[in-house]
C-alpha cells in the first residue's frame, strides 16, 4: 500500500527520499512523487505514474535541491493510477504540498463545501480534498500550519497518515496518523519520517511510533512535539528499532521471496528461541504466563485474520481444538467486524497479522476489545499497530518480510500456534506429558527438516517447466494439510496470476471433480498419516478422470509414488506439525512457475504487502 518518507535536516533530501522509496517499494504502488523546499524557499512537486526509477528519469533535469522534504509511493484508492492522481497533491494557492497514506471516507462531502467556496480540483482523489481542506481552514483562521492540520482533522472521518509541507517554512513538517501508521526516525540535527521503518533503519534506529490522532511537529533543531488532534500535548517515547539493514537486501538471491523461503530454517529457529528450554522439553510463552487465568478459562478462541494469516489461523484451529480442547473459530477480519458477531467476556479473541497494520484486523480488534473479550496478538512487524492494541501477544520474530507473497511470516505464525497450543494445553492439564515432550522435541527438528525440502529446490524447478503455461490448478489436502492447499492455492494465483483453487480433498467429490481433465493439474497432499488412506483413494478418483496429480508424498511412499504423475518427497514429521515441512513446496512451485511466467515475483500486480484500508 502507499508509502511514506519524509525528511529534514542539513544533507539534500532528494537522495534520501528516492532511496527511501525504494525501500518502501515491497509494499506495492502505482505512482511516485516527492516535494520539495529549496533554499530560496520555493516549493516544488515532481510526481509520476510508475515506478520510483520513473521518477528519477523525470526529475533527472529538474531542481531537486533542498533539504526538507515529502515523497510518496501510491496505491490507487480514489482514481486511477495517473501524473495527476499521484501524491503530493499541492493546495490551491501551491502553498502546501501534501502526502497521505489511508482514506479519507467524508471526502465527498468536504468537497462540495470547497467547491461551493471556489475551489478546484486536479485530481479525482480524496487527498487533494484534505490538503485543500487545510488551506482554506489555514486562510479563514490566519493560522500556522500546525494548527490548520489540527482544525481540519478533526472535520475527517477515515484513515490517514500524512506529511504537509509549506513554501516559505522551510523548517517544519507537520505529521499525523490515525489507522495507518507512521514512524519519525530521530537522527543527529536531522529526522526522518516512515510509513514504516525501512526507509530509516540505514540512518538511526531510535524512532516514534505516532499513535491514532497524535500530529508531529518536526522541526529542522529540535525534538519532535507531539499534540493530539483535541489539543492535548503528548511525551513521545523513544522506541529502539530492531531491524537491520541487511534485511532489505537481496543478499544474492534473485528474488525477496526466494531469499524468505530458503530463510525458514534460520526464522523458525529465531522464532522457538528463549521460548522453549535448554533441555527442549519445554515451551514457555510470557504472553500466555501473564495471563495462563484466562486461557485455562477460556470458553472459545475466535482467530481473526486475513489472507495467509489467516490460513495460519486455521492451522491454529486444528492444533487448540486438538490438544487445548477448546471450541475455536476462525474468522475473516472483514467479515467478523462488520456482521454483529456474539463476543462473549470469556472469550479470546487472536489476531494473527504479519504487519500488525491490516486494516480489517485493527478494525475487527477494535470490535472484540470493546465487547470486552481479551485479545491477542501473533504480529510479526515490532511495533506495529495490531501489537500496540492487543491486550497480550507473542511476536513472530521472523524479520522483515519484503516480498509480498508471504512466507516466512506464514510458518512462523504456524510456529507461534503450535507453542501456544502446547503451552496452553499444559496449563490446562489437557495433554499428556509423553505428548507434549514429543511435540516439543519435534518441533526443534523442523527447521532442518525445511533445510532438507530446499535442497529439492532444482527438482521444483524442473517440475515447474511442465506446469508454467496450465490456465488453472487444484490444491488439495485434508486435516492440517488442508489449510496448506488453500495456501498453495492462494501463493500461486497471487504471484503467477494463474487461477488456483484450494479445497479439504473430500469436497473435491461435491462439485470441484467436474472441473478434472487432462488439462487440469492437482497438487495433492498426501502426508498425512491419520487419513493417509482416504487421500490415496482421492488421488485414484482424480486419476480415474485423467486429472494430472502432482503428490506431496513422505519420503518412501510407494503406493502414491506408484499412482501421482510428479511427486515431491518430504521428511516424516508429526502430524501436527506436518503444515510446517509441506507448506515449502507450495512456495517453491508458485515461486517457479511465476519466474517462469516472467512475473513481478516480490511486487504482483494490484497487491500490497501491507493493506492498510478496507
Ligand atoms: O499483514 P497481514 O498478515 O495482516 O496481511 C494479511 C494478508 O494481506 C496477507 O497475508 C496476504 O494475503 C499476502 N499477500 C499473502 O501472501
Known amino acids: 500500500m502507499c508509502g511514506i518518507v519524509g525528511y529534514i535536516g542539513f544533507r539534500e533530501a532528494y537522495p534520501i527520499l528516492v532511496k527511501g522509496l525504494h525501500r518502501l517499494e515491497y509494499r506495492g504502488y502505482d505512482s511516485a512523487g516527492v516535494a520539495l523546499i529549496d533554499d530560496s524557499n520555493k516549493l516544488s512537486v515532481l510526481k509520476t505514474k510508475g515506478r520510483v526509477q520513473d521518477l528519477e528519469e523525470y526529475a533527472r533535469d529538474k531542481n531537486t535541491t533542498g533539504t526538507i522534504g515529502i515523497a510518496h509511493t501510491r496505491w490507487a484508492t480514489h482514481g486511477e493510477p495517473s501524473n495527476a492522481n499521484a501524491h503530493p497533491h499541492y493546495s490551491q494557492t501551491e502553498s502546501l504540498a501534501l502526502i497521505h497514506n489511508g482514506i479519507i471516507e467524508n471526502y465527498s462531502v468536504l468537497k462540495a463545501q470547497l467547491v461551493a467556496e471556489g475551489y478546484t480540483f486536479q485530481s479525482s482523489t480524496d487527498t487533494e480534498v484534505l490538503v485543500q481542506l487545510i488551506e482554506y481552514i489555514k486562510k479563514l483562521n490566519n493560522c500556522d500550519l500546525f494548527t490548520a492540520v489540527q482544525l481540519a482533522l478533526n472535520q475527517v472521518v477515515g484513515a490517514y497518515a500524512i506529511a504537509v509541507i509549506e513554501k516559505g517554512n522551510p523548517n517544519n513538517i507537520i505529521a499525523a496518523r490515525k489507522s495507518s501508521p507512521l514512524v519519525i526516525g530521530l537522527g543527529e540535527g536531522e529526522f526522518f519520517l516512515g510509513s514504516d521503518a525501512s526507509p530509516i533503519i540505514e540512518y538511526t534506529n531510535k524512532v516514534i511510533y505516532l499513535d491514532d490522532e497524535e500530529i508531529a511537529i518536526i522541526s529542522r533543531d529540535k525534538e519532535p512535539k507531539v499534540v493530539t488532534i483535541s489539543n492535548i500535548q ?9 531491524m537491520n539493514l541487511s534485511e532489505l537486501e537481496r543478499g544474492g538471491y534473485p528474488h525477496f521471496m526466494l531469499k524468505e523461503i530458503f530463510e525458514q530454517p534460520q526464522t523458525l529457529l529465531n522464532c522457538m528461541s528463549g521460548r522453549i528450554n535448554v533441555e527442549g522439553t519445554n515451551v514457555t510463552l510470557s504472553g500466555i504466563i501473564d495471563h495462563k487465568d484466562k486461557f485455562v478459562n477460556a470458553r472459545r478462541i475466535l482467530i481473526i485474520a486475513c489472507g495467509t494469516s489467516w490460513h495460519a489461523g486455521l492451522i491454529g484451529e486444528y492444533l487448540f481444538e486438538e490438544f487445548c480442547r477448546i471450541p ?10 462488520y456482521r454483529n458477531p456474539v463476543i462473549n467476556p470469556d472469550d479470546i479473541v487472536i489476531a494473527i497479522s504479519q504487519s500488525g497494520e491490516t ?19 501473533v504480529c510479526n512487524v515490532v511495533g506495529s499497530s495490531i501489537p500496540r492494541n492487543t491486550d497480550s501477544g507473542s511476536y513472530t520474530h521472523c524479520g522483515h518480510e519484503i516480498g509480498v507473497a508471504s512466507t516466512k511470516a506464514f510458518t512462523a505464525q504456524v510456529t507461534v500456534l503450535t507453542m501456544m497450543a502446547l ?14 515432550v514429543k511435540l516439543i522435541k519435534e518441533l526443534q527438528h523442523i527447521p532442518s527438516k525445511i533445510e532438507q525440502i530446499l535442497k529439492l529446490n532444482d527438482e521444483i524447478k524442473k517440475l515447474s517447466l511442465i506446469f508454467t503455461y496450465a490456465q488453472n490448478f487444484i490444491y488439495l489436502g485434508r486435516g492440517y494439510n488442508y489449510p496448506i492447499a488453500l495456501e498453495g492455492a492462494l501463493k500461486l494465483k497471487e504471484i503467477s496470476y494463474i487461477h488456483a483453487e484450494g479445497y479439504p480433498a473430500a469436497e473435491m467429490k461435491h462439485g470441484p471433480i467436474a472441473l478434472i481433465d487432462n488439462e487440469m493439474p492437482i497438487v495433492i497432499i498426501g502426508t498425512n498419516t491419520a487419513i493417509y488412506e482416504k487421500v490415496v483413494s482421492n488421488i485414484q478418483e482424480i486419476k480415474a478422470r485423467n486429472g494430472r496429480v502432482i503428490a506431496v508424498i513422505n519420503e518412501g511412499d ?3 509414488k506408484a499412482l501421482a504423475d510428479h511427486y515431491i518427497e518430504v521428511p516424516h514429521t508429526e502430524e501436527c506439525l506436518d503444515p510446517l515441512l509441506s507448506c515449502i513446496p507450495m512456495q517453491l512451485l508458485a515461486y517457479h512457475i511465476a519466474v517462469n511466467k516472467n512475473r513481478d515475483v516480490d511486487m504482483p500486480r494490484n497487491l500490497a504487502k501491507s493493506v492498510t484500508v478496507e
Open 234 to 242: 503528548k511525551t513521545p517515547e523513544i522506541k529502539e528499532l530492531e
Open 328 to 337: 475455536v473459530e476462525v474468522e475473516y477480519a472483514s467479515e467478523f467486524r
Open 359 to 377: 486494516a480489517d484486523s485493527l478494525a475487527a480488534i477494535e470490535l472484540a476489545r470493546k465487547a470486552g473479550a481479551f485479545v491477542y496478538g
Open 423 to 436: 503451552a496452553i494445553a499444559k496449563e490446562k492439564k489437557s495433554i499428556d506429558e509423553v505428548t507434549y
Open 558 to 560: 510407494e503406493t502414491i
